[in-house]
């Protein structure tokens, strides 16, 4: 019987700026700089830690993520925020201030939307899975 591979879904940054996703290493990934806002708006740091991803062709969305988000919207009558997801590099203390509205200084359009976010964490910190 073949069993499928576990695989760590979450990026996790190492202290020397290594990034792992799905058991793969992505070395000197530059995310180390965008760890903290330092003074950046949600807009601003979420379009650097994402752009920081894609240039080493790091995935920020999967089809899981886009078909959880499909039940979602057909349970609740939420709509999505941006037709192609934020899909936000987040660590989880940063949860609930970016995932705010942008009137109040986060990134989400409207209220009733919904979205996904990637969780960034170091070693050793909890997953939000």
Do not use: Y
């Not at 752009?51 to 919207?73: I, R």
């Not at 203390?93 to 009733?112: H, I, P, R, S, W």
């Amino acid at each position: 019987m073949l069993r499928a591979k576990p695989v760590n879904m979450v990026n996790v940054l190492e202290d020397d700026d290594t990034l792992s996703w799905q058991g793969q290493k992505f070395l000197n990934i530059g995310l180390q700089d965008l760890w903290v806002p330092d003074g950046l708006s949600w807009s601003e740091l979420i379009e650097q830690r994402n752009q920081t991803v894609l240039k080493a062709d790091v995935p920020t969305k999967t089809v899981p993520d886009c078909c959880e988000m499909g039940v979602v919207m057909n349970a609740t009558g939420f709509k999505l925020d941006l037709p192609a997801l934020h899909a936000s590099i987040l660590r989880t203390t940063e949860l609930t201030d970016a995932l705010q509205l942008v009137v109040e200084g986060g990134l989400m359009l409207g209220k009733g939307r919904i979205d996904v976010f990637n969780c960034l964490r170091r070693p050793d910190e909890a997953s939000f899975a």
